[in-house]
């Protein structure tokens, strides 16, 4: 019988002169997860895209390395000397696309995330965490709303999503990792709610719409939100704390897309609208603009899609108790993410309408206080 593999437990995640790497730093978790880990007071490297936004990076204390984690050579590179891992970076999309983008998909989520893996290994870099997708959690098949915990597999038999499917593979590839000794933990992130959201979201658009006066009706259903302050603290109690090969879910609440809309209420001062558009309808309507759109303006933005519908239509509630039990996890509330998302999406002049009421006053621990301002229908999803 062979010998066991011996999994290394992280001690030690890095020093003062030791910088941790982070990627897809400058997307909506990333950037949190930054920011916070500056305000410890962590020496940072952040890989990025030179074609990419990095807005998100300006005017912070961290080193910039450009690199593709598609090209395995320049990942490896952009790891030396680091010790420790946060791998954010992935191709969030809610559309089935063409070939081009289920390509572009499957490369940039699963083989980036195998090249981050090795080179990983190559650096001797210490325990990487991974940021995966609620997405790829099953759920109970006679009951989809039933909460959702970390041993229901994926269930492969029903139509879903490219970016579902490839966050699948992308644990499957962590697994992988740690058969060969390696040090990986996966922190499961459910749909973003919170500042620092540059690009920005799914969510961060839909909030500046509703408070722009372009959002007019909706389609209810329901999905398991995380504030991004949550998220990140996930992140960093599975650096310092999560067992090797196990994943996380971190969830704040779950809401319906009609219980945001209250909060956006809330938080604008705007009247919310009350059109509900019949799901049945809203999905022919969207299957029809998808494969137009997908082929004919690929990159066309979509804000609604099948595969969104689909997930909203299932109301999926996550479990977040082994997180809590094992490292103490404690999760706030949506309602604090969207305040802070709010007042971060003010200050930049995303929200023009005169008539949205000021953010109320940004205390010194809310996102929002760090950033200067410069010159349809809701969905989840970050």
Request: charge should be neutral; proline fraction near 5%.
């Amino acid at each position: 019988m062979s010998e066991p593999i011996k999994l290394a437990v992280n001690t030690s995640i890095n020093t003062s002169d030791t910088p941790v790497l982070v990627t897809g730093s400058s997307g909506h978790v990333g950037a949190n997860l930054v920011r916070r880990l500056l305000a410890e007071g962590t020496k940072v490297r952040v890989l990025l895209l030179e074609s990419s936004n990095n807005e998100a990076l300006k005017d912070l204390d961290v080193t910039h390395v450009y690199a593709d984690i598609r090209d395995l050579s320049a990942t490896r590179k952009a790891l030396e000397g680091c010790q420790g891992v946060y791998h954010c970076a992935a191709k969030v999309s809610t559309i089935d696309g063409n070939s081009a983008h289920k390509r572009e998909v499957f490369e940039c989520n699963v083989l980036g995330t195998r090249n981050v893996l090795q080179a990983a290994r190559d650096a001797d870099a210490g325990r990487v965490v991974v940021t995966g997708s609620f997405s790829a959690v099953g759920y109970d098949l006679d009951d989809p709303s039933a909460p959702s915990d970390e041993t229901m597999q994926f269930y492969p038999m029903e139509r879903t999503m490219p970016y579902e499917r490839s966050k699948v593979l992308v644990e499957h590839e962590c697994l992988r990792a740690v058969a060969q000794g390696q040090d990986v933990v996966v922190a499961t992130c459910c749909a973003v709610v919170g500042g620092a959201d540059y690009i920005p979201s799914r969510l961060g658009r839909t909030m500046c719409d509703y408070a722009n006066g372009k959002l007019r009706a909706f389609v209810d259903g329901g999905f398991a939100f995380v504030a991004a302050r949550d998220i990140v603290e996930g992140h960093l109690l599975c650096m310092k704390q999560g067992r090797t090969g196990e994943k996380y879910i971190f969830a704040s609440e779950y809401k319906t897309i009609s219980d945001i809309l209250d909060l956006y209420e809330e938080v604008t001062g705007l009247p919310r609208p009350n059109r509900r558009i019949p799901t049945p309808m809203m999905y022919v309507f969207s299957e029809i603009a998808s494969f137009y759109l997908s082929r004919f303006h690929p990159s066309f933005p979509q804000r609604f899609t099948p595969g969104a519908i689909r997930l909203l239509k299932k109301r999926r509630h996550a479990n977040s108790e082994k997180a809590q039990r094992e490292l103490g996890y404690q999760p706030t509330t949506i309602r604090e993410a969207v305040h802070e998302a709010y007042a971060f999406h003010y200050a930049r002049n995303s929200i023009q309408n005169p008539e949205a009421k000021r953010p109320r006053a940004i205390g010194e621990d809310s996102p929002a206080a760090d950033f200067s301002p410069s010159p349809e229908l809701a969905s989840p999803g970050d």
